[in-house]
């Protein structure tokens, strides 16, 4: 599988400020995700970001609040924007396959967020 | 609304005995399924997948998918304090998009 790093790895932020993920991949893939999961929730998918075509994003998710960039096939990055205390999260990047089959995702560390 | 349901336990076994973990899904049209492990503090794992319908076996791991029921289970044998995570099913119709369960925690009690 693809080795995905994330950076910050953590960081604690105040109201109203805005914080840049970055997401880097060791090979080229089409496809990255970016999932947050709430404490003790599970993973609720943002955005789908193709390289070379705007994110897609899900239900309750807009551009304004988490804009997202693809420069390139190995990387991206997740903006997440004028940010409040429900903000507080983690944020996941993520790469689909192609062991086994594309649908496979496979995980970054994640980002952890503190929004004070 | 494509939904994936799992008992968020926590499920507590001995060592050494087998835990199942059990997925419901509501999209008659998925097609692949996977079983994650998330310890605390990290980030989700793929350790299973299967596509067809009876048992598929990887070490101690064993995930078994019925379509006609639309439910998929993990059994883990001779489980090992170790194993103590989050277990997340999810489930695939295509199109690059996974549905995640909320996870069952598991804790295996040496």
């Known amino acids: 599988s693809a080795v995905i790093s994330q950076k910050p790895s953590r960081d604690i932020c105040q109201r109203g400020t805005s914080l840049t993920i970055q997401c880097q991949v060791d090979s080229q893939v089409t496809m990255m995700f970016w999932y947050r999961q709430q404490p003790g929730q599970s993973l609720t998918l943002i955005a789908t970001?193709?390289?070379?075509?705007?994110?897609?994003?899900e239900s309750g998710f807009v551009i304004d609040k988490f804009p997202i960039s693809r420069p390139n096939l190995t990387f991206s990055t997740l903006t997440v924007s004028n940010m409040s205390p429900e903000d507080s999260s983690i944020y996941l990047c993520?790469?689909?396959?192609?062991?086994?089959?594309?649908?496979?995702?496979?995980f970054g560390p994640g980002t952890r967020l503190l929004v004070l | 609304q494509k939904e994936v349901e799992q008992n968020s336990g926590p499920l507590s076994v001995p060592e050494g005995a087998i835990a199942s973990l059990n997925c419901t899904y509501s999209?008659?049209?998925?097609?692949?399924f996977f079983w994650y492990r998330q310890y605390s503090g990290k980030s989700p794992e793929l350790i299973m997948f299967?596509?067809?319908?009876g048992d598929k076996e990887d070490g101690r791991f064993t995930a078994q998918l019925n379509k006609a029921s639309q439910y998929v289970s993990l059994l883990i044998r001779d489980s090992q304090p170790s194993d103590s995570a989050t277990y997340l099913c999810a489930v695939s119709a295509g199109a690059n998009n996974l549905f995640f369960g909320t996870g069952t925690r598991l804790t295996v009690i040496p």
């Open positions: 970001a193709n390289q070379g075509s705007e994110a897609t994003y």
């Open positions: 999209d008659r049209g998925s097609q692949s």
């Open positions: 299967i596509y067809s319908n």
């Open positions: 993520s790469v689909e396959g192609p062991v086994p089959s594309q649908e496979t995702q496979y």
